[in-house]
């Protein structure tokens, strides 16, 4: 019997970090749980909370949150599948061969699912580019800081990279150009679209075009070497009333190394 279309909220979003015992997954789960929350209401659930409290803070396109940091193995993620709007395999250059284990459970349960490899070099960028299985969603640099900062009990900052990417992917993984875009809005053919930028004043602009149309919108930065970031817009659950807010994201854009992807 065919798997029915999963029903995605555009107010609500699940992920879970899954992945082999070793791998990082916990931080990455903790690095990505600590960004929500200076953005975002969220919930931390798994060995993740012990680093990440949750947030109730209000965001710009108001979504709630929730992180899965999953136990690890592949039965883990068929455990929490069909609970989750997205999964993100963990994984290092080394452990890129376990991937598939993942890729075929998240598509049993017809689940959304992307890459995250950990402990990145620059020795192992031809190897991520021939692999052939799940679609990169990010990658983080080995780090003796991060790890540093979670032997220790501590939420890691991370400088100079950004795990902004994830959020996107999860969100709405498809591009859409600025004009369709906002006709996709006002047609109600999507719920949450996503316009590539330029660069933060661009990004900007694009920001005070959705709200002044009555979107929720915010602005997320990713590591391509052609553009610096992204806007996300969706229907607002209040269209708009009143006049909007003036912008006030105060990111800034990170300064890593790109590749491209």
């Given at each position: 019997?065919a798997?029915q279309?999963?029903k995605?909220?555009s107010?609500?979003?699940?992920?879970g970090l899954?992945?082999?015992?070793?791998?990082?997954?916990t931080?990455?789960?903790?690095?990505?749980?600590?960004?929500?929350?200076?953005?975002?209401a969220v919930?931390?659930?798994?060995?993740?909370a012990?680093?990440?409290?949750?947030?109730y803070r209000?965001g710009?396109?108001g979504?709630?949150?929730?992180v899965?940091?999953?136990?690890a193995?592949?039965a883990?993620?068929?455990?929490?599948?069909?609970?989750l709007d997205t999964?993100?395999?963990v994984?290092?250059?080394d452990?890129l061969?376990?991937?598939?284990?993942?890729?075929q459970?998240?598509a049993?349960?017809d689940?959304?699912?992307?890459?995250?490899?950990?402990?990145f070099t620059?020795?192992?960028?031809?190897q991520l580019r021939?692999?052939e299985g799940?679609e990169?969603?990010?990658y983080?640099?080995e780090?003796?800081?991060?790890?540093?900062a979670m032997?220790?009990?501590?939420s890691?900052t991370?400088?100079d990279?950004?795990v902004?990417?994830i959020?996107m992917?999860?969100l709405q993984p498809e591009?859409?150009e600025?004009?369709?875009?906002?006709?996709?809005?006002?047609?109600s053919?999507?719920?949450?679209v996503n316009?590539?930028?330029t660069d933060?004043?661009r990004?900007?602009?694009l920001?005070e075009m959705?709200?002044?149309?009555?979107?929720?919108?915010?602005?997320?930065?990713?590591?391509?070497?052609c553009?610096?970031?992204h806007?996300l817009?969706?229907?607002?659950?209040?269209?708009?009333?009143?006049?909007?807010?003036?912008v006030?994201e105060?990111?800034?854009?990170?300064?890593g190394?790109?590749?491209?992807?």
């Open positions: 019997m798997t279309p999963r995605r909220s107010v609500a979003q699940t992920v899954v992945g082999d015992s070793g791998v990082g997954k931080t990455v789960a903790t690095l990505l749980a600590d960004r929500l929350r200076e953005r975002s919930r931390v659930r798994g060995e993740a012990t680093f990440v409290e949750d947030s209000a710009r396109l979504i709630e949150w929730t899965i940091d999953c136990a193995g592949p883990a993620l068929a455990a929490r599948a069909e609970n999964a993100f395999v994984t290092t250059p452990n061969d376990r991937v598939a284990a993942y890729e459970v998240a049993e349960h689940l959304d699912c992307w890459l995250v490899v950990n402990r620059e020795d192992a960028k031809e021939a692999f799940l990169l969603a990010e983080f640099y780090n003796e800081a991060i790890a540093a032997a220790a009990g501590d890691p991370l400088e990279w950004t902004e990417a959020l992917e999860a591009r859409t600025q004009d369709a875009a906002l006709e996709a809005l006002e047609a053919s999507q719920q949450i316009v590539e930028v933060k004043r990004g900007n602009s920001l959705f709200e002044t149309a009555g979107y929720d919108a915010a602005y997320f930065e990713c590591n391509c070497r553009h610096d970031g806007v817009a969706r229907r607002s659950k209040h269209p708009a009333a009143s006049k909007p807010q003036p006030t105060t990111d800034q854009p990170t300064s190394p790109k590749v491209s992807r």
